[in-house]
Structure formats: structure tokens, C-alpha cells
Nanobody, 117 residues
Framework: QVQLQESGPGLVKPSQTLSLTCAVS??????????WHWIRQPPGKGLEWMGS???????NYNPGLKSRTTISRDTSKNQFTLHLLSVTPEDTAVYSC?????????WGQGIQVTVSS
């Protein structure tokens, strides 16, 4: 029973850094699987994969967001964190963490983040 829960601010001002944490229970982020991912969906648009961390700690990023994106993990807390730098209103979206399992995917509830002054 893998469960994920996002946490972080719902409102961020332009130029600030957005930091969101995904807490994982029912499974270890160090266990070999298909990785731990961050995905977002802006209003009226499709899903956008942002990046992931796998069991070894190897990181992968969407090339279009790589320059502003950092994913870190804390194995002692069994969680991983997204940092998105220099946000703009176009970064407004629902942000979700996920663990794909080929038909048994686990998703967090998603968190609405609005970038506005």
C-alpha cells in the first residue's frame, strides 16, 4: 500500500522558489522500482512530467524545465522534494507526485499552486 502526499505552499509570489515535498508511506524510496516522479498540470492543459528520482538516487529532469528544477530526497524521512526556481504565473498548476507501477500506479492527491503577486 504505497501512499503519497504532497505538501507545500498554495500561493507563491513571482520570482520566488516553489518547494513541494512528497511524503511516501507503504514503500521505501530506496526500493528498486519505476521511480518517484513529479508531474504538473496547468489549467486547461495536459500533464507535464517534471522529473524523477530512482532508488539509487539518480535524477532525471524534463529538459524544458531542467534549468529551473531540482529534485532532492531525504531517505531518513522517506520523502522527496521538488524545487522550482524563479516562478512565474505560467507555473500555476496542480502539482502531483507519483510512483508508476504498470497498472498499479500510486498518485498523491495533488496540490494546487498559484503564482501571483
Amino acid at each position: 500500500q504505497v501512499q503519497l502526499q504532497e505538501s507545500g505552499p498554495g500561493l507563491v509570489k513571482p520570482s520566488q522558489t516553489l518547494s513541494l515535498t512528497c511524503a511516501v508511506s507503504g514503500g521505501s524510496i530506496t526500493t528498486k522500482n519505476n521511480g518517484w516522479h513529479w508531474i504538473r498540470q496547468p489549467p486547461g492543459k495536459g500533464l507535464e512530467w517534471m522529473g524523477s528520482v530512482i532508488d539509487t538516487g539518480r535524477l532525471n529532469y524534463n529538459p524544458g524545465l531542467k534549468s529551473r528544477t531540482t529534485i532532492s530526497r531525504d531517505t531518513s524521512k522517506n520523502q522527496f522534494t521538488l524545487h522550482l526556481l524563479s516562478v512565474t504565473p505560467e507555473d500555476t498548476a496542480v502539482y502531483s507526485c507519483a510512483n508508476p507501477k504498470g497498472g498499479m500506479d500510486s498518485w498523491g492527491q495533488g496540490i494546487q499552486v498559484t503564482v501571483s503577486s
